[in-house]
Nanobody, 118 residues
Framework: EVQLVESGGGLVQSGGSLRLSCAAS????????MSWARQAPGKGLEWVSG???????WHADSVKGRFTISRDNAKNTLYLQMNSLKSEDTAVFYC????????????WGKGTLVTVSS
């Protein structure tokens, strides 16, 4: 079945770095735009970053200059490199598949928790 499995979350000190991975299976990964979103404790879901099938990327203002989304189609894997982490980055991070046509996401992973200590 179609699956997205996040990994790489954990505890990191403020100012530190972490790389999240999302392993995709059950579909042709290279045909889809992909996104990362997050949900901080007590907060709503926030879109973080996206990458299209051509490798063009977009990042939310809150993470620009600190986070970098990338993909390795040969490995069916999506990445999110997070640098200069702040306490407010603490959240459950989700990877998601964008609709093949149109905007929005249709398949989501279960999430991986990132905790940034200060």
């Amino acid at each position: 079945e179609v699956q997205l499995v996040e990994s790489g979350g954990g505890l990191v000190q403020s100012g530190g770095s972490l790389r999240l991975s999302c392993a995709a299976s059950g579909f042709t990964f290279s045909n889809y735009d992909m996104s990362w979103a997050r949900q901080a404790p007590g907060k709503g879901l926030e879109w973080v970053s996206g990458i299209n099938t051509h490798g063009n990327t977009w990042h939310a203002d809150s993470v620009k200059g600190r986070f970098t989304i990338s993909r390795d189609n040969a490995k069916n894997t999506l990445y999110l490199q997070m640098n200069s982490l702040k306490s407010e980055d603490t959240a459950v991070f989700y990877c998601a598949r964008n609709f093949y046509s149109g905007y929005g996401m249709d398949i989501w992973g279960k999430g991986t928790l990132v905790t940034v200590s200060s």
